[in-house]
Nanobody
Framework: QVQLVESGGGLVQPGGSLRLSCAAS????????MGWYRQAPGKQRELVAD?????????ADSVKGRFTISRDNARTKNTVYLQMNSLKPEDTAVYYC????????????WGQGTQVTVSS
């Protein structure tokens, strides 16, 4: 059984910052890629950023220069972070953590989501 648990969402004013965390737990041998996706009301889920086990990162054009993804690969942590700066109202969405990993077999896991609302 694998679980991804997000934290750190909330309400913030435009221009503000938030830091999301996602901790993976359970029977995990290795995690290849961890990432953040988001889904705004009425829109499809989209990739925000992801990071490989050796630290290579990928960002959506809309967040480049504002968001930073990082990762703690220690077996006891297996945590990914998303530092979000200069937040805009259009960043409002439910943010989901995702992981490509090897448990007893290859699998893809999702967290339950955390709400980020950017509003004055």
């Amino acid at each position: 059984q694998v679980q991804l648990v997000e934290s750190g969402g909330g309400l913030v004013q435009p221009g503000g910052s938030l830091r999301l965390s996602c901790a993976a737990s359970g029977s995990i041998f290795t995690i290849y890629v961890m990432g953040w996706y988001r889904q705004a009301p009425g829109k499809q889920r989209e990739l925000v950023a992801d990071i490989t086990s050796d630290g290579n990162t990928n960002y959506a054009d809309s967040v480049k220069g504002r968001f930073t993804i990082s990762r703690d690969n220690a077996r006891t942590k297996n945590t990914v972070y998303l530092q979000m700066n200069s937040l805009k109202p259009e960043d409002t969405a439910v943010y989901y953590c995702n992981a490509d990993l090897w448990s007893s077999s290859p699998m893809n896991a999702w967290g339950q989501g955390t709400q980020v609302t950017v509003s004055s």
